[in-house]
């Protein structure tokens, strides 16, 4: 790789994969024949950043690159003098040169455009190879400079010559410069870059800072900057030390102190600008929201102001749009809009918010009155706090949470504690929680009250203060509740109670609570008997003893108390048919945990799968992310595993922003477990290295042997027994009360292959005994088979083989069936019998090619192949990464590309990447082939 291919590929660029493709395509074809580019977009979306990768990628080209300047724009043959001091330089430092023995004279202002052109050409006639002219900020050249190199591109354009400019979208000299060009060549692109989508910036941003972030904070990232990558690099920067204090990614957000003025980019844009456009940008930057231009006008001429609104369109500081016949305007970006607002005086801010109040209704008179106000207006604190209420019985928490921050800046003595206890039910409500959790000293610094303690119970216990949460719980449920708003509060915490005692791995004491719990729930009130309204969503009975059961059962489990665990199951049973709710999400995840761990995968299976439908509804459960990671693993052990590695991909995305952190790591383990199987190292790694990142204190209890499980698989899979011992050795030194000690299977297995028999048969022992061992990555009977085999009994290992292929409910678990079949397979063959022997191999073989398991299958064709047998089913995608099997498959489906990209929790960018390399591996021309290529099935040989 050379130097310049290699500074290429150490500066990503993001979002810009197709826009790079059509230039550098443009670039390969005029080596011969000549080309024009013209990369348009408004400031800051990536011009120049996407010029110097292209022109890094230009192997074999001399590359000349002209930066115009605002500044000069006015100056006769100022971007020229620009190229001929370039064009010196080239000769000064030894790269090839022009033909002509002396420097070139700088142009003089008085000088001719077509004399200045004619030595231009001569100048570059002489360069050796390709030559690349780059003009940048296009928009800014010179009327003279513009006519001199419309003579030497005209006279070049069928050569080994490449025209590429940068410039904003509004028509200037070069942008019909190349629409000439454009009319005199076929080999032409126009690339219009457009603003970033969330999906770029969470790449964007994991480059920057190291981790991910979740779906709602790059929407707000991509909406703050309209998706410029430059705004959007500024920011992350400034905002990388914020985010690595973070607990965790999902309760990081976009702080409102971090967007610091801009004052470069401010500058460029109102370079010139009479005072006129500046105001208007100014008016419009303070206003913020998208407004008809009419009503701009109206609070202007109320102010006094004269403005420019066009002018500051064509600034690019404007964005006007036309929706249903009315002009509507807001700044072109957020960040800018701050920068801009903040160098209006205070005054004038506070006027501007108290005219648009006046002018405005609804939320956005609200919010410029909030703007405009006071610290110390009760009144206004009154009305956000009543609008803040409104929109939370309409389920839009994101603009109650907005209300109720807003009254808590503005309170002031008992208005502040009643606004900041609002606050807390809000997040309370709707699972918010890590939004509010730098506020835990503002609440633990107001007086005691039943509102206040509920809300710092739950604060605490995710702040892992889990001591400080149990007592104030405890001391909650000696108190006497006397009034319905009381009682209401109480049956909340008596279900909230159980989550700090399991966190605290007191699973008998929530059997103790369990009838004080009940008591406290069947005394909650009617909905109508609360008085405050605030509290009213807390009497729900129902939901309460839901939640209770599904705590209660997996105590009970972990307690070992099965008198208690069928009749509470049973209980739940009844109480979750025909409920539904978060809280029914909540139970059945509890319940379907109990179940994975007792070796139930079927009434687990069903538990999930209910739960998965009730989390499309109602996302604000405790346990979502739970619902869909359980699910994922659940859907590997039993060989579905395109289904599995896509639900478990869209739980890593989703639990960013979800309340339950925990689940994020472990639906990242997941993933990586379906690809172990498949082999595919670099996304086994790639992931555990991201979950790895987690704050360990807020992972989940959830099978801790799944990280470890994936690199014994892995190893397993590329054949490297070694590695795969080590992992089980790993895993067996974190075992944790939740294992269900997968790790030892394949530890038997690692040994079995070393030839380790002894280890091997006292791994297999341990198997064997009653205990929390389940049969989850291989049965009993396999296990026998290699240890067997290492001890060198081999037809008793065979037939333990074929007995655990043939066993009831081996179906149940089709990979662990597959790898026994392929053993049974193997040793038949080795005994001479061959035919029985090929029949456990293609059976093998036709289950691994379903899975995409890759490593396995060849294993698989390669004993047929010793055994001179042909075999013709071949996976027509088994060259094809997990990721590209997706997009196959969804293509297949009949899903767009916008629609894969959707499901997929990615770019359509990227969809389009993937497409092509699909396209390439496979051999094929065009989407309609691949779809029938991804429909055809293997036939067996």
């Known amino acids: 790789m050379s130097d310049q291919k290699r500074a290429a590929d150490q500066r990503p660029l993001f979002g810009r994969d197709r826009a790079r493709e059509t230039m550098l395509l443009v670039a390969h074809q005029a080596r011969e024949h000549g080309g024009a580019l013209l990369v348009a977009g408004e400031a800051g979306l990536g011009k120049t950043a996407l010029l110097a990768d292209v022109a890094q990628r230009l192997e074999g080209w001399t590359v000349l690159r002209v930066h115009a300047d605002s500044f000069e724009s006015d100056l006769a043959y100022a971007t020229v003098e620009t190229l001929v001091r370039g064009l010196n330089g080239m000769r000064g430092s030894g790269a090839r040169a022009g033909a ?30 390709p030559v690349c002219l780059i003009i940048d900020d296009a928009q800014w050249v010179d009327e003279p400079s513009a006519r001199a190199l419309r003579f030497l591109a005209r006279r070049l354009v069928d050569q080994r010559f490449l025209f590429t ?38 790449e964007l941003a994991r480059h920057i800072l190291g981790h991910p972030v979740s779906r709602r904070t790059a929407t707000r990232l991509t909406e703050a900057t309209q998706g410029s990558p430059l705004l959007l690099s500024v920011l ?63 609070i202007a001429d109320r102010l006094g102001l004269d403005i420019d609104v066009h002018g500051a369109v064509a600034r690019g500081l404007v964005l006007a749009e036309t929706r249903d016949g009315v002009v509507r305007v807001e700044p072109t970006h957020a960040i800018l809009a701050d920068a801009l607002a ?63 921050r807003s009254a808590v800046d503005l309170a002031s003595g008992a208005e502040a504690e009643r606004a900041l206890r609002e606050l807390g039910l809000i997040a309370m409500r709707f699972r918010m929680h890590e939004r509010i959790l730098e506020l835990r000293p503002a609440f633990e610094a107001m007086p005691p009250s039943p509102a206040r303690d509920a ?57 103790d609570h369990l009838d004080t719990a009940r008591r406290h729930i069947a005394d909650s009130p009617d909905p109508a008997e609360v008085a405050d309204p605030a509290l009213r969503w807390l009497a729900a009975p129902l939901d309460d003893l839901t939640r209770l059961l599904g705590w209660a059962v997996i105590s009970a489990a972990h307690a070992r108390r099965p008198d208690l665990f069928v009749p509470l199951a049973a209980e739940l049973d009844e109480l979750v048919v025909g409920h539904e709710s978060p809280a029914a999400v909540d139970a059945l995840v509890s319940r379907s945990r109990v179940f994975i761990l007792s070796g139930d995968i079927d009434r687990a299976r069903a538990d999930l799968s209910r739960a998965n439908d009730l989390v499309r509804r109602f996302p604000t459960s405790w346990t979502a992310g739970f619902a869909r990671t359980m699910y994922a693993h659940i859907l590997y052990l039993v060989g579905e595993w395109e289904e599995s590695v896509t639900l478990a991909d869209t739980a890593v995305a989703l639990a960013l922003d979800e309340t339950d952190l925990s689940c994020w790591p472990i639906a990242l383990w997941t993933s990586a477990l379906v690809r172990a199987g498949r082999g595919e190292a670099e996304a086994v790694d790639e992931r555990l290295r991201a979950a790895a990142q987690a704050d360990p204190r807020i992972t989940g209890s959830y099978d801790g042997d799944l990280p470890y499980l994936a690199r014994a698989e892995l190893a397993r899979a590329l054949g490297r027994p070694a590695e ?39 791994a297999y022992e341990r198997c064997a005994a009653p205990g929390p061992w389940r049969p989850y990555y291989g049965s009993l009977r396999w296990l026998e088979g290699r240890t067997l085999e290492a001890e060198g009994r081999a037809p008793e290992a065979l037939a333990a083989y074929r007995a655990a292929v043939a066993e009831p409910g081996a179906d149940r678990f089709p990979f662990p069936r597959a790898v026994a079949a392929l053993d049974a397979g193997r040793l038949a063959i080795s005994r001479g019998e061959r035919a029985a022997g090929r029949a456990l191999l293609e059976s093998a073989a036709a289950t691994f090619r379903a899975l995409g398991a890759s490593g396995y299958l060849a294993r698989c064709l390669h004993l047929l192949e010793e055994a001179a047998v042909e075999s013709s089913a071949v996976d027509p995608l088994a060259s094809l990464t997990t990721r590209e099997r997706q997009v196959a498959h969804a293509l297949a489906a009949g899903m767009t590309n916008k629609e894969i990209a959707e499901r997929l929790y990615v770019s359509v960018t990227t969809v389009n990447f993937h497409v092509r390399n699909i396209l390439s591996k496979l051999g094929l021309r065009s989407r309609r082939d691949l779809r029938t290529l991804a429909r055809r099935r293997p036939v067996k040989s």
Not at 170 to 197: C, G, K, W
Not at 265 to 292: C, F, K, N, Y
Not at 376 to 402: K, Y
Not at 734 to 741: E, H, I, K, Y
């Open 100 to 129: 002509a023995s002396t420097a070139i004279r700088p142009p003089e202002p008085g000088d001719d455009p077509l004399t200045v052109g004619r030595f231009l050409l001569d100048a570059i006639d002489g360069i050796d190879g």
């Open 165 to 202: 400019a940068a410039t904003r979208p509004q028509p200037n000299r070069i942008t019909a410069l190349f629409d000439d060009l454009a009319s005199t060549t076929t080999n032409h692109a126009r690339v219009e870059l457009t603003p970033l989508t969330v999906g770029d910036t969470q």
């Open 236 to 298: 992350l920067g400034q905002l990388r030390e914020t985010f690595a204090q973070a607990l965790h990614p999902a309760g990081w957000d976009l702080p409102a102190t971090a967007i610091t003025p801009l004052s470069t980019a401010i500058s460029a844009s109102l370079e010139g600008a009479p005072p006129s456009v500046r105001v208007a940008a100014e008016l419009v930057a303070v206003l913020r929201d998208p407004l008809p231009l009419p009503v701009v006008g109206t």
């Open 455 to 511: 809300v710092l119970v739950e604060l605490r216990t995710l702040s892992q203060d889990l001591p400080g949460a149990l007592a104030l719980a405890l001391e909650f449920e000696a108190r006497p509740a006397e009034t319905p708003d009381e009682r209401a509060i109480r049956a909340h915490v008596a279900e909230a109670l159980p989550k700090v005692l399991m966190a605290t791995g007191d699973f008998p004491a929530v059997l």
């Open 342 to 404: 903040a160098g209006v005086p205070l005054h004038r801010r506070v006027a501007i918010h108290r005219v648009a109040a006046e002018v405005l209704s609804g939320h956005r008179a609200l919010r410029h009155r909030v703007e405009a106000a006071d610290r110390t207006d009760p009144t206004l604190v009154d009305e956000l706090l009543t609008a803040a209420l409104a929109v939370s019985d309409l389920g839009q928490a994101e603009q109650a949470l907005s209300y109720a």
């Open 724 to 762: 795969q011992l080590a992992a089980a050795e790993q895993a067996e030194a974190a075992a944790s009360r939740s294992s269900t000690l997968g790790w030892l299977t394949y530890r038997v297995d690692a040994l079995a292959a070393l030839g380790r028999a002894e280890e091997a048969r006292a």
